[in-house]
């Protein structure tokens, strides 16, 4: 794509000047006098660069730099003058000014000065296009994830939306139990059947009833109507039971009758239904517990415990979140109305130094927060809860570095695991190929690549043998 700049100057000498150096360097050019024609050129080509002149007529550079960054939030700008002023420098710089020239200046210095911009530009623009693959690349079914453990959920949701058995979907609050839910359902052969869904903890014990087996007219004051319950409405379909813990032992039996028979009976009638969903059970509490303290009944617990999924939280995924950040950025529309594209390195590291103990949707309220009170492209400040408690940046092992190439970031990465894993194992490499899920030959080869020999490991981390070397 070819590079385009805009000069906006009122002195035609001037603009001559800039059109003839550019030019020469191979660049399209485009000049305007004053910031009505800039404007109007901003509107008809797509550019890499705007040169604005401080005073012009009209209104000033740093007011057309202002409607610039408000519209144009991907254009840089340098601002040129002849003016000396440390003052209006400043104030350009804060209204999204990158870089501040005075005149008269020498062709090298503003040769100098466009270069590192438009680098800039195209390093950043590089980056963005990396992250974007990279969160296609680590997404499922609405879910994005780098973690080990999640990608292994998602060979299991893979496996599970071709069959119909029932799955407990265990996980701390906030961890996206629904959205695992949901896509093992819209994955599968019942994707053109209805996702009913019902949080058991929102009802009593009476209403739960009506709301799952439905009515008759006339079984109960105000029952003016039949009405069909959710476990009919979810034939053909998936039924999503969530806070299932909170469902009394008189319901949990008439739950089980349900689920072995296929049948449903409304209140009020005598007639029973086939019905033919799938069952898919979600919970934030250790289940094994009530039935030991007698709070749900075992046959219960073991007709819903057939396939397990637990959800790690997000803790527990701290590399996750940059791919979440993204992810939320580009779903939220308020964020898209004002042009909010990314969060400042600054915000991405408070953000991956927070414990979240309301995970993903913690997050989500911390990120909506943030859109809120942000003017520019860039969400530069996280209002992070105070009740959460910070973890020390230092022991998540690695700096997060998100200026680097995305080459370079794999490669630190690569290494900081690798130092993890050898160390965990006490540099066993059949051990640490095991738990890295790579044959030795290929541990051998990236250990020799980023200079780790298992020497530096032993006596360090757990005891372990190695049965045999690979070279």
Same mark, same amino acid.
């Given at each position: ?38 404007? +109007? ?29 408000? @519209? ?72 994005? %994830? ?80 039949? +009405? ?5 409405? %979810? ?21 089980? +009758? ?96 927070? %414990? ?12 909506? #927060? ?24 230092? %022991? ?15 490669? #630190? ?36 690549? @980023? ?8 006596? #360090? ?11």
């Amino acid at each position: 794509m070819d590079t385009r700049i805009l000069i906006v100057d009122d002195d035609p000498l001037i603009c001559r000047q800039l059109e003839d150096l550019y030019t020469s360097q191979q660049y399209l050019v485009s000049s305007a006098g004053n910031a009505s024609e800039a404007l +109007r050129l901003l509107g008809e080509y797509d550019f890499s660069l705007a040169v604005v002149d401080l005073r012009i007529p009209g209104t000033d550079g740093i007011g057309l730099t202002r409607e610039i960054r408000e @519209h144009w939030p991907d254009l840089d700008v340098i601002m040129i003058t002849g003016y000396a002023s440390i003052k209006g420098a400043v104030e350009a710089i804060k209204q999204g000014a990158s870089d501040y020239i005075t005149k008269p200046f020498q062709k090298e210095e503003i040769l100098l000065a466009t270069e590192k911009v438009l680098e800039k530009r195209r390093l950043l623009d590089e980056i963005n296009y990396l992250r974007n693959q990279l969160s296609n690349r680590y997404s499922f079914a609405n879910i994005v %994830s780098r973690n080990r453990v999640m990608h292994d959920i998602f060979e299991t949701i893979e496996v599970l939306a071709q069959n119909d058995a029932t799955v407990l979907i265990t996980g701390e609050s906030g961890t996206g139990k629904e959205l695992v839910a949901r896509a093992i359902h819209y994955q599968g052969k019942r994707k053109s059947g209805r996702f009913v869904a019902i949080n058991c903890a929102a009802f009593p014990d009476t209403l739960l009833e009506s709301e799952l087996f439905g009515y008759e007219r006339g079984a109960f004051t105000g029952a003016v109507h039949d +009405r069909v319950g959710k476990i009919e409405l %979810s034939t053909g379909g998936t039924l999503f039971l969530d806070e299932i813990e909170s469902i009394t032992l008189n319901m949990q039996l008439k739950l089980l +009758r349900v689920l072995e028979e296929r049948e449903v009976e409304r209140l009020g009638g005598n007639r029973k239904v086939k019905v033919n969903m799938r069952v898919i059970a979600a919970t934030n509490v250790e289940l094994t517990e009530l039935v030991a303290d007698g709070r749900m009944r075992e046959d219960f617990f073991y007709r819903i415990n057939v396939v397990p999924v637990k959800i790690p939280p997000l803790r527990d995924r701290i590399e996750d979140i940059p791919l979440l950040v993204c992810e939320f950025l580009r779903n939220s529309e308020m964020a898209r109305e004002r042009g909010i594209t990314r969060v400042s390195n600054k915000a991405l590291s408070e953000l991956m130094g927070f %414990s979240w103990p309301g995970n993903v949707r913690e997050l989500g309220n911390v990120l909506e #927060r943030a859109i809120l009170r942000t003017t520019g492209p860039v969400i530069r400040e996280v209002d992070l809860p105070g009740a959460g408690k910070r973890k020390d940046l230092e %022991s998540l092992r690695r700096t997060y570095d998100y200026e680097v190439p995305l080459k370079e970031y794999l490669r #630190r990465a690569e290494k900081d695991y690798l130092n993890h894993v050898l160390r965990k194992n006490r540099g066993s490499i059949n051990l640490s190929a095991k738990h890295a899920l790579v044959d030795a030959a290929t541990l051998h080869r990236k250990m020799k690549l @980023h200079g780790l020999a298992r020497e530096d490991f032993r006596g #360090r981390g757990r005891s372990e043998p190695d049965q045999a070397l690979v070279g």
